[in-house]
């Protein structure tokens, strides 16, 4: 069967042309183009609707490639990719066309015609967005209401001039029993012809203030995350926020709103206090923008149930998104300033004896180690909490900050200033609630995407790496200077690079952009120790 394409739908099967699954081609020689691809394909322009529906739903481009990390990009043929589709994607293509056929001729499938086909196929992408709690009802059900098509009754009634003539009311809706506000035959166009009853209006201003506000919000703290913390990260989470809200609110059409607006004759213009004039400092303004932002989505949820259940529903994960990157933001800029001089970091064991230990901790103090963490696997619970106790009295009340390795419970009872855990410990809430919270979270990452989730779990800081072979940890694989780089480019968060780091190669580590490092060996296995401290930290300078 042959199928016509938006240019757009057109431009993702391109681009799902560059990504191959490592198990490489078929029989014929031909690699054919699957789920994993298509789905890479429809999220490469952000602005597209596809990509918009996934983001509103938490799916990204990221969070694919962690699911599947044995997808390999290739260059993409400059031609569609239609010859070459699997036997799964042709059952797509048939959803797709299935969704299409009651709505006017011609059908031409958009991106996201093609995102719905997935999601409701039998293939493992299908497998994965349902697992994430996607509902493709739904999902059609905001896909009609995008192109303004209507199945089913309307839930509400329109006295025009044809249905009075007819002796009836006319009605229209969509399959989900969401409410469509558009009258028919309206033009979208001209707002002149918006006719509802007053209780509407009253929504539509409702939701077209509460969108502003939260709209105009998350710009505020997409601006700070992007040129004050200089993160790529957040600022793309702001981002991604953003377009999820626009896509739930979708139902409301931009024409009615305006047209329903009285900015001049709205009584709320005139109201204001006087600590809305002035923020004290660029994180007092980041505050007050995340809980006009958390309001104003509280408004639009309990506003939008009384207009359309999936719209509420779709917003409701939009808050609990917000006090995430809330607490990400918070913490980031936080644990900047609180670890703005952190830039050496020692890994040590606790040594032969307390004694041994207390006069160890004493020579690094003084040489200048910025924090100091105690890691011993060889030592039972009670000699490791009396241990730690030693590295708290000898580094209480100096520079130093005192961290202990995977043991939350042992930093909560020698009073450390926190914990560090790597990927097969406990997690970042875990630790935090065992800590507390003003304490320092750690945490080992050993990819971006491992990095990633450390900043909005929480963490005060993490470990990238393994850089460099280490004579102290063995490692199958070393991301290296590549994931350096890669982290740099996106996260802020105080991050110290670690695994094999001495003087000799500290330069390369530096290129990368890392001004922070963790070392063991290049310490504990010199001759002169405090030496080869003052020495990383003149090249950290």
Aim: aromatic share 4%; net charge negative.
């Amino acid at each position: 069967m042959a199928h016509e394409f938006t240019p757009a739908a057109e431009r993702a099967l391109v681009y799902a042309g560059g990504w191959r699954m490592a198990d490489g081609p078929n029989d014929s020689g031909a690699q054919e183009l699957g789920p994993v691809a298509l789905l890479l394909g429809l999220l490469a322009e952000p602005e597209c609707r596809a990509a918009v529906l996934a983001a509103a739903r938490g799916v990204d481009k990221p969070g694919v490639l962690a699911r599947w990390p044995a997808v390999e990009a290739v260059a993409p043929s400059p031609t569609s990719r239609v010859e070459r589709l699997s036997a799964q994607l042709h059952e797509v293509l048939a959803i797709a066309e299935e969704h299409l056929a009651e709505y006017p001729q011609p059908h031409v499938l958009a991106t996201e015609h093609l995102l719905l086909g997935l999601a409701a196929g039998h293939n493992e992408v299908a497998e994965w967005l349902t697992s994430r709690g996607w509902d493709t009802a739904n999902l059609a059900a905001e896909i009609d209401r995008l192109a303004g098509h209507d199945r089913g009754p309307l839930p509400f009634e329109f006295d025009t001039p044809e249905v009075a003539a007819a002796g009836g009311s006319q009605t229209s809706g969509s399959a989900s029993g969401d409410q469509i506000v558009s009258k028919p035959g309206d033009d979208p166009d001209n707002a002149d012809q918006l006719s509802l009853d007053p209780e509407e209006i009253g929504r539509l201003r409702i939701v077209d203030a509460a969108s502003n506000r939260a709209g105009e919000a998350m710009r505020v703290l997409e601006d700070y995350a992007r040129f004050v913390l200089d993160d790529r990260h957040l600022a793309g989470e702001c981002k991604a926020l953003r377009h999820a809200l626009a896509a739930a609110l979708a139902i409301f059409p931009t024409a009615q709103r305006h047209a329903a607006r009285e900015t001049r004759a709205d009584v709320g213009t005139t109201l204001t206090v006087a600590s809305e004039q002035s923020r004290a400092d660029l994180r007092a303004v980041v505050t007050a923008n995340f809980k006009r932002l958390e309001q104003a989505l509280r408004s639009l949820e309990e506003y939008a149930k009384s207009a359309s259940a999936s719209t509420a529903a779709a917003l409701e994960p939009l808050r609990y998104r917000t006090y995430t990157l809330e607490r990400a933001i918070g913490i980031t800029a936080d644990s900047l300033d609180r670890l703005a001089m952190a830039r050496l970091y020692v890994l040590i064991d606790g040594r032969e004896s307390a004694a041994a230990l207390a006069d160890w901790i004493d020579l690094l103090v003084a040489a200048g180690a910025d924090v100091i963490q105690l890691r011993d696997k060889r030592l039972s619970d009670r000699e490791l909490l009396a241990r730690a106790h030693v590295v708290r009295q000898k580094t209480v009340g100096t520079p130093a900050l005192f961290i202990v390795n995977d043991r939350p419970d042992i930093a909560r009872l020698a009073r450390a200033d926190g914990v560090h855990v790597g990927q097969d410990e406990l997690g970042v809430k875990e630790a935090r609630t065992i800590v507390g919270p003003d304490a320092l979270v750690g945490v080992s990452t050993h990819s971006l995407e491992q990095a990633r989730a450390a900043v909005l779990d929480g963490a005060n800081y993490i470990g990238v790496g393994p850089v460099f072979p280490s004579g102290t940890k063995e490692f199958a694989e070393f991301p290296g200077l590549e994931l350096l780089r890669a982290v740099r480019g996106e996260i802020r968060l105080p991050a110290f690079a670690i695994g094999g780091i001495d003087a000799g190669n500290l330069a390369a580590v530096r290129a990368c952009g890392f001004e922070r490092v963790a070392v063991s060996g290049a310490v504990t296995a010199s001759a002169q120790p405090a030496d080869a401290v003052r020495e990383l930290k003149r090249l950290l300078a």
